[in-house]
Structures are given as C-alpha cells and as structure tokens.
C-alpha cells in the first residue's frame, strides 16, 4: 500500500477557532465546540436538516485539507467547505463542495475530505480568518457531525512513503454468550472500529519526520488524520496505538519502521 497522507495533531486549526452556528438551529445538548474537541464520539448536533457553522481563526489562516468525521450525512448530500476574508456568505471566495459517499455495508458511513492544496494549488487561494462547513441540501435526519478537521499542512513520508502492502483490521464489539450445546446468543453494539499497521523503509530525514508526528501526538495520548489511500474518499481520525514508537537501522539512510494505528471510535450515535 503506497501513498499514505497524514495531518499532525498541531496541524488542525479547527480546534483553536471560535465555532458557531451561522445557520439552522443549535441542539444546545451538542453544542458547536464539540466540532473540535478530539472526541468525534461527541457529536456537534443541529435540531434542523440544513444550517451551517463557521470557523474564526483570529487571522488568516491557509488550510491543505479538510475533513469531516462520523456523521450523518446523506450519500450525494451537497456539503461544501468554504473560504472569505470577513463572515460574510452572499458570494465566498473559496466554495469547494465535499462529496458524501455511500454508507457501507454496517451503515457506516466513509469520512470525506478535500485536499485543498491540489484543488486549490495558490496558498493565497486558500488563506482565509473565516471558514463555513454549510450544509445547502436537506439531510435525511437531523445534522449531527463527530468533529470537522481543517488542518494548515497535509503532509506525506517523501519519495519512500509506506511500503506496498499493509495490515488492516475492523473490529465490531459484541456480547456473545455461547450454551453448552455451542447455541450463540449475541448482542450487537453497533459500532464499527478500523485499525491499520504499515511499514516504511524510512530514509533518516523520514524517520525524523515519523519521530517528529510520535512526539506531536504525545504518544498514543492525542488524535491526527491519516488517509490509509490517497485515491479514496474515506479519512480516519486516529491515534498510535503503542505507548513507544522504534525502529531498526538497516545500512546507510534505510529504516525500517512500524506504524499501528487505531480509529477513534464513533460509538452508538446515529
């Protein structure tokens, strides 16, 4: 598996902006600043099937990418992203629309992102103190959203990435209770959790820039973004899953190191 891209902890600028609800109407049980709190388990919630929210950064700021994590938008739903210089919507600057795929097979749906810095290759273009996640159709329920993450860098592991080939696992919490004649009674949860291991043949300026991520995370303590494949439409908040991070120094300029990550659960909220 090639061409992992990735977000630091630090890079997502949602979580140091003033979030408020633009249009529609607050559930006032999930209010806006759980869009970027680090727990997508704890939904930000309109009582309303369209609305919007905007982001203040206090300044300009440029964004590479934008996500939307565990929520529970309509497949082909028009959502946009966009960009002004005041917080003002008549006419945005920047109007990038996401595309909401099908849920899968669990109901699950896939976390669509924007790469900002491809669709919008000056940073000029893309460099702006108000941000709005607008919702324009009607969703099929109540709009609830896990977290909204809009970083300032995307970022890669240079001309080595990861190597082909990757270990994914999807986990799906139940109670069994098995009888002695081996008759299974269980009891769904109704989650789903993803977890993936890659490796990378690391030159030693990468293997700076994975001890680099390690230590932004704090370990296993914080969440970031990884896209496992830059081609499809489905981004992960997760974290490490290993409380130490190593390495094993091959010859000159190659390491080979492990990665293990885990997605932050989305719980039972639909």
Avoid: C
């Amino acid at each position: 598996m090639a061409n992992l891209v990735y977000t630091r902890t630090s890079d997502n600028q949602a979580r140091a902006a003033t979030i408020t609800v633009n249009t529609g109407t607050e559930d006032t049980a999930y209010p806006s600043a759980n869009l970027a709190d680090h727990q997508p388990e704890k939904p930000a919630r309109l009582s309303t099937t369209t609305g919007s929210w905007v982001f203040d950064m206090g300044s300009a700021t440029r964004l590479d990418f934008a996500a939307i994590i565990h929520h529970n938008l309509t497949p082909g739903l028009e959502v946009r992203l966009q960009g002004n210089a005041s917080n003002v919507w008549t006419s945005p600057t920047l109007n990038q629309a996401f595309t909401i795929p099908a849920v899968y097979a669990d109901f699950f749906p896939p976390n669509p992102w924007l790469n900002l810095k491809t669709l919008v290759p000056i940073a000029a273009n893309r460099t702006f103190q108000f941000w709005r996640l607008v919702i324009v159709g009607s969703n099929a329920l109540p709009i609830s959203i896990g977290e909204v993450v809009l970083a300032s860098t995307l970022r890669d592991l240079g001309i080595r990435n990861i190597s082909w080939g990757s270990e994914r696992m999807w986990r799906r919490p139940a109670v069994l209770h098995e009888t002695d004649l081996l008759v299974r009674h269980t009891y769904d949860f109704g989650t789903t959790v993803r977890a993936v291991t890659v490796e990378t043949q690391a030159t030693d300026v990468t293997l700076r820039e994975i001890e680099t991520w390690y230590r932004d995370a704090q370990g296993i303590a914080k969440p970031f973004m990884i896209v496992p494949l830059s081609s499809e439409n489905d981004a992960w908040m997760v974290s490490f899953v290993e409380p130490q991070q190593q390495y094993q120094r091959e010859y000159l300029n190659v390491n080979t190191a492990t990665m293990i990550f885990q997605e932050l659960s989305r719980g039972l909220y639909p």
